[in-house]
């Protein structure tokens, strides 16, 4: 056998053997633990990069881990592969997505095959296969049939770079498209919206019931679903002769207290009233002026605290509830129509950008709610009536105090919460004019995208019988292949797609051109994987109760809204079926840092990708595989550089030595023993030691520090065998040793394990159907202890005593230790910290 450690004459070696075992593949197995592993599915975007294989290999380590611990794991693989990116490239390279997704799947394939990642292909899906996507159609039908599926004319994001509707979701803090990065517009569409709504709270609620998530992402999921309390008041519209009528315009407000200061109210841009109002008349010039100049704005922006307010008065007025007093209706950009009503109650004194509204275009600001340290207070302490139009502040004031000028509410408690605002909604509840109310910020899901590479709708549009769910039976709608994408088409310019019967009538009929939200394909693949070859069913629900939910799941902490939040949804709309038995998918999340270059994340629109083909030239996968682990712990971002990948090449190297000297000479019938001396008791103990210290860093995701410790066992190997001459060693504690360190690297460096193991070693089976080496954590004691010894804080010398010395013998050895030091000096003080340090103070 060699002593030099060769990759390239072993891994593709063992791949093919795993393959032909069938080692990865799994079935339900109801005499073992189970553990359901899981990265996020990848894009197939191309070549994989430095940030696919430390997220495929952290979950590679953690599966190969616990199935030596002796459970049953699945750890599946498949492609994210509908989408605008495929389409995209498609265009850019006069192609087909389907040969550009299909190729790509193929070239990672390979790729992950050469990592050695333990996969069971058996269980692959792609969302582009009609066996896959025919059951998001189906799903699609049934969130249908229990109406969480609507049809609606709704201002919607607009990319201009993508030519498609975007979610809510999909748009970047600074108003731009996820995918493309153009500035999104706002236009006005009928769409499909998934109405996860419905599910708010559960949504909110059930976060609570993930310890297993980082506070980060819960708190993440937990603002953007945006819970406020509140009330909905209704107020009364007038006509355009300022006459009361019988319509109402109802707000949505979390400090119904501050009604009585409301001196103006506004409408969202997009609010279906403002052409109403406005068309024919002197106002329609300025209002729409507004309009248009909001839909080339971002949410994000018109929204900021920072951004001048627009706006332009309607002619029109509502009458507040609490005092009857007109109102002035106008429109402004701030207001947005996905909070809310669309419609606010503007109560410029205690909410900033009302205020700078009011200032910019010279509109009341009547205080009605002032802390008690204010200047204002005492001036204003008891006032029922308005006797103060605008305040002197500088900034609104949005804090609890003390009500004025709100008639028979002036003197109670204002602010959230409080007294005034329960009393307010009271009094409107008890006269029809509003009520108790909560908001969420999370809107429903719009899905509608106007691209040809995604899931079709399974929807059909009939003049006779309006819009009719395509029958179960006709599943899949078939995504067709002659689509010319460079040209522009989509479904929409295909007639031999939408040209249809009625499936209800039998009449002539069009087909939804429209695809779905490929977050739609993402938000169920995780149970698919569990019945994934299954033709007749989404999957057997005996099945998913076995494996579910994913015990571990891995991941960008990019998808902390989009992907983990509609997957939450559609899990608890799937419970609702019957479909499965529990209500969240992932029961621990990790969210590992990102792969940098250079500062920047490393991605291939930004051209910053190291190709780990590179590497595995050179080193081998193995050695790619612990480097990348090595390199920092899971959860933080790392810096890549080339330099220490010798420094983990020269480890393994020499992990290899090691083990092949020991199985040569036990295969040569070497003897000895010495089981009592000093230096095999240590390498026992540092045995014991680093096999509890792997595994707690295992199932911690310390993955670096659990290689740092195999590390120190090696070292602690060779010291012994340099340290010991040949006929004196412990032969089968070295044995054991050697195999221990050939089991704690299997997960990292799988073919080098299975090399070791079987080759080198001598064993039958595989070392990956091996169980995880015990140990003994008394074992790993010892049974003395090393203290420095100070005297004014200087270490003069070291003391070795039994493990269970009590204080006092420590404390008068180690003065016996540094007699010299304190002779003819008074000794102050003798401090010892067990295990570590006897501090003496001489003087």
Same mark, same amino acid.
């Given at each position: 056998?060699?002593?030099?450690?060769?990759?390239?004459?072993?891994?593709?070696?063992?791949?093919?053997?795993?393959?032909?075992?069938? !080692?990865?593949?799994?079935?339900?197995?109801?005499?073992?633990?189970?553990?359901?592993?899981?990265?996020?599915?990848?894009?197939?975007?191309?070549?994989?990069?430095?940030?696919?294989?430390?997220?495929?290999?952290?979950?590679?380590?953690?599966?190969?881990?616990?199935?030596?611990?002796?459970?049953?794991?699945?750890? %599946?693989?498949?492609?994210?592969?509908?989408?605008?990116?495929?389409?995209?490239?498609?265009?850019?390279?006069?192609?087909?997505?389907?040969?550009?997704?299909?190729?790509?799947?193929?070239?990672?394939?390979?790729?992950?095959?050469?990592?050695?990642?333990?996969?069971?292909?058996?269980?692959?899906?792609?969302?582009?296969?009609?066996?896959?996507?025919?059951?998001?159609?189906?799903?699609?039908?049934?969130?249908?049939?229990?109406?969480?599926?609507? *049809?609606?004319?709704?201002?919607?994001?607009?990319? %201009?770079?993508?030519?498609?509707?975007?979610?809510?979701?999909?748009?970047?803090?600074?108003?731009?498209?996820?995918?493309?990065?153009?500035?999104?517009?706002?236009?006005?569409?009928?769409?499909?919206?998934?109405?996860?709504?419905?599910?708010?709270?559960? !949504?909110?609620?059930?976060?609570?019931?993930?310890?297993?998530?980082?506070?980060?992402?819960?708190?993440?999921?937990?603002?953007?679903?945006?819970?406020?309390?509140?009330?909905?008041?209704?107020?009364?519209?007038?006509?355009?002769?300022?006459?009361?009528?019988?319509?109402?315009?109802?707000?949505?407000?979390?400090?119904?207290?501050?009604?009585?200061?409301?001196?103006?109210?506004?409408?969202?841009?997009?609010?279906?009233?403002?052409?109403?109002?406005?068309?024919?008349?002197?106002?329609?010039?300025?209002?729409?002026?507004?309009?248009?100049?909001?839909?080339?704005?971002?949410?994000?922006?018109?929204?900021?605290?920072?951004?001048?307010?627009?706006?332009?008065?309607?002619?029109?007025?509502?009458?507040?509830?609490?005092?009857?007093?007109?109102?002035?209706?106008?429109?402004?950009?701030?207001?947005?129509?996905?909070?809310?009503?669309?419609?606010?109650?503007?109560?410029?004194?205690?909410?900033?950008?009302?205020?700078?509204?009011?200032?910019?275009?010279?509109?009341?600001?009547?205080?009605?709610?002032?802390?008690?340290?204010?200047?204002?207070?005492?001036?204003?302490?008891?006032?029922?009536?308005?006797?103060?139009?605008?305040?002197?502040?500088?900034?609104?004031?949005?804090?609890?105090?003390?009500?004025?000028?709100?008639?028979?509410?002036?003197?109670?408690?204002?602010?959230?919460?409080?007294?005034?605002?329960?009393?307010?909604? /009271?009094?409107?509840?008890? *006269?029809?004019?509003?009520?108790?109310?909560?908001?969420? *910020?999370?809107?429903?899901?719009?899905?509608?995208?106007?691209?040809?590479?995604?899931?079709?709708?399974?929807?059909?549009?009939?003049?006779?019988?309006?819009?009719?769910?395509?029958?179960?039976?006709?599943?899949?709608?078939?995504?067709?292949?002659?689509?010319?994408?460079?040209?522009?088409?989509?479904?929409?310019?295909?007639?031999?797609?939408?040209?249809?019967?009625?499936?209800?009538?039998?009449?002539?009929?069009?087909?939804?051109?429209?695809?779905?939200?490929?977050?739609?394909?993402?938000?169920?693949?995780?149970? *698919?994987?569990?019945?994934?070859?299954?033709?007749?069913?989404?999957?057997?629900?005996?099945?998913?109760?076995?494996?579910?939910?994913?015990?571990?799941?891995?991941?960008?902490?990019?998808?902390?809204? !989009?992907?983990?939040?509609?997957?939450?949804?559609?899990?608890?709309?799937?419970?609702?079926?019957?479909?499965?038995?529990?209500?969240?998918?992932?029961?621990?999340?990790?969210?590992?840092?990102?792969?940098?270059?250079?500062?920047?994340?490393?991605?291939?629109?930004?051209?910053?990708?190291?190709?780990?083909?590179?590497?595995?030239?050179?080193?081998?996968?193995?050695?790619?595989?612990?480097?990348?682990?090595?390199?920092? %712990?899971?959860?933080?971002?790392?810096?890549?550089?080339?330099?220490?990948?010798?420094?983990?090449?020269?480890?393994?190297?020499?992990?290899?030595?090691?083990?092949?000297?020991?199985?040569?000479?036990?295969?040569?019938?070497?003897?000895?023993?010495?089981?009592?001396?000093?230096?095999?008791?240590?390498?026992?103990?540092?045995?014991?030691?680093?096999?509890?210290?792997?595994?707690?860093?295992?199932?911690?995701?310390?993955?670096?520090?659990? !290689?740092?410790?195999?590390?120190?066992?090696?070292?602690?190997?060779?010291?012994?065998?340099?340290?010991?001459?040949?006929?004196?060693?412990?032969?089968?504690?070295?044995?054991?040793?050697? /195999?221990?360190?050939?089991?704690?690297?299997?997960?990292?460096?799988?073919?080098?394990?299975?090399?070791?193991?079987?080759?080198?070693?001598?064993?039958?089976?595989?070392?990956?159907?091996?169980?995880?080496?015990?140990?003994?954590?008394?074992?790993?004691?010892?049974?003395?202890?090393?203290?420095?010894?100070?005297?004014?804080?200087?270490?003069?010398?070291?003391?070795?005593?039994?493990?269970?010395?009590?204080?006092?013998?420590?404390?008068?050895?180690?003065?016996?230790?540094?007699?010299?030091?304190?002779?003819?000096?008074?000794?102050?003080?003798?401090?010892?910290?067990?295990?570590?340090?006897?501090?003496?103070?001489?003087?």
């Amino acid at each position: 056998m060699s002593r030099t450690y060769d990759p390239h004459s072993i891994e593709e070696k063992w791949q093919a053997e795993w393959d032909a075992a069938g !080692l990865y593949s799994v079935t339900e197995d109801a005499f073992k633990p189970k553990k359901y592993v899981l990265e996020m599915f990848p894009y197939p975007s191309g070549d994989i990069h430095m940030g696919h294989v430390r997220n495929y290999s952290i979950g590679d380590v953690v599966a190969r881990y616990f199935t030596m611990r002796g459970m049953s794991v699945l750890h %599946p693989i498949g492609w994210d592969a509908f989408g605008l990116p495929a389409e995209n490239a498609a265009i850019k390279s006069d192609s087909h997505p389907a040969k550009w997704t299909y190729a790509n799947i193929e070239k990672q394939a390979t790729s992950f095959r050469r990592m050695g990642f333990s996969y069971d292909w058996d269980r692959t899906v792609r969302t582009c296969d009609p066996e896959y996507y025919r059951w998001g159609q189906w799903t699609f039908l049934k969130f249908w049939e229990r109406g969480l599926v609507e *049809r609606k004319n709704s201002p919607v994001n607009w990319c %201009p770079g993508c030519k498609t509707v975007l979610a809510n979701e999909q748009v970047l803090p600074d108003g731009t498209c996820w995918r493309c990065k153009s500035v999104v517009e706002k236009r006005e569409l009928e769409q499909y919206f998934l109405k996860i709504t419905e599910y708010a709270q559960e !949504l909110l609620d059930d976060l609570d019931e993930l310890p297993g998530w980082p506070e980060r992402v819960k708190a993440m999921q937990a603002n953007w679903i945006g819970r406020s309390e509140g009330a909905e008041v209704d107020f009364t519209l007038c006509d355009a002769a300022g006459e009361p009528t019988d319509t109402t315009i109802t707000v949505f407000t979390t400090r119904p207290d501050t009604l009585f200061g409301c001196s103006f109210f506004l409408l969202a841009p997009e609010h279906p009233l403002v052409r109403e109002f406005v068309t024919g008349t002197q106002y329609e010039a300025a209002v729409m002026d507004v309009v248009r100049a909001a839909a080339k704005e971002s949410s994000i922006d018109r929204s900021s605290a920072e951004k001048e307010k627009r706006g332009a008065f309607t002619g029109r007025y509502v009458i507040n509830p609490v005092n009857g007093e007109k109102v002035p209706v106008w429109v402004s950009d701030y207001v947005l129509m996905e909070y809310g009503t669309g419609a606010v109650m503007a109560v410029p004194s205690g909410d900033q950008r009302d205020f700078d509204f009011a200032r910019t275009y010279d509109l009341p600001i009547p205080p009605v709610v002032v802390a008690e340290d204010d200047m204002l207070f005492s001036q204003l302490s008891g006032v029922r009536e308005r006797v103060l139009a605008d305040v002197p502040w500088e900034v609104a004031y949005a804090g609890p105090g003390v009500m004025v000028q709100s008639g028979a509410f002036t003197g109670m408690r204002g602010g959230k919460a409080s007294e005034g605002m329960k009393a307010v909604t /009271e009094w409107l509840a008890e *006269r029809g004019q509003g009520r108790f109310s909560i908001n969420f *910020r999370l809107r429903d899901w719009l899905i509608s995208r106007q691209r040809y590479w995604g899931n079709p709708i399974p929807a059909i549009h009939c003049p006779e019988c309006g819009l009719v769910p395509v029958p179960e039976a006709d599943l899949p709608v078939m995504l067709p292949m002659d689509v010319d994408v460079t040209k522009g088409e989509t479904l929409a310019d295909h007639p031999e797609f939408y040209e249809t019967t009625c499936p209800t009538c039998g009449g002539a009929a069009r087909r939804e051109t429209d695809t779905m939200d490929t977050f739609t394909c993402s938000s169920w693949y995780y149970l *698919r994987y569990c019945d994934a070859r299954n033709d007749d069913a989404i999957w057997d629900p005996a099945k998913t109760d076995y494996w579910m939910p994913v015990d571990q799941y891995i991941g960008g902490i990019e998808h902390a809204i !989009l992907h983990l939040l509609y997957s939450r949804f559609f899990t608890k709309v799937y419970r609702d079926m019957g479909l499965v038995s529990f209500a969240e998918p992932f029961t621990n999340l990790l969210t590992q840092g990102m792969v940098k270059l250079d500062g920047a994340t490393m991605s291939k629109s930004r051209g910053n990708v190291v190709a780990p083909e590179e590497i595995i030239a050179k080193y081998g996968a193995d050695t790619l595989r612990a480097y990348i682990l090595f390199m920092a %712990p899971p959860d933080k971002d790392l810096e890549w550089s080339n330099e220490g990948l010798d420094g983990m090449w020269r480890f393994l190297g020499r992990a290899w030595r090691y083990i092949t000297e020991v199985a040569e000479e036990s295969a040569a019938g070497a003897s000895g023993v010495a089981a009592g001396d000093p230096a095999t008791k240590l390498l026992s103990r540092e045995r014991h030691r680093v096999v509890g210290k792997v595994s707690d860093d295992i199932e911690r995701f310390q993955f670096n520090t659990a !290689l740092s410790a195999m590390m120190e066992l090696l070292n602690t190997a060779y010291d012994y065998r340099r340290g010991v001459p040949a006929g004196s060693r412990d032969v089968g504690l070295e044995r054991d040793v050697a /195999e221990t360190l050939t089991l704690l690297l299997a997960p990292y460096v799988p073919h080098m394990a299975e090399e070791l193991w079987r080759e080198v070693l001598g064993r039958a089976e595989s070392v990956h159907l091996q169980s995880w080496p015990a140990w003994d954590p008394a074992a790993a004691v010892s049974d003395e202890i090393e203290y420095a010894v100070q005297v004014n804080g200087k270490v003069r010398a070291r003391l070795t005593v039994a493990a269970d010395a009590p204080e006092d013998v420590v404390r008068e050895a180690a003065l016996e230790q540094v007699a010299e030091h304190v002779e003819g000096k008074t000794v102050r003080k003798v401090v010892v910290v067990p295990g570590k340090l006897v501090s003496i103070v001489v003087g």
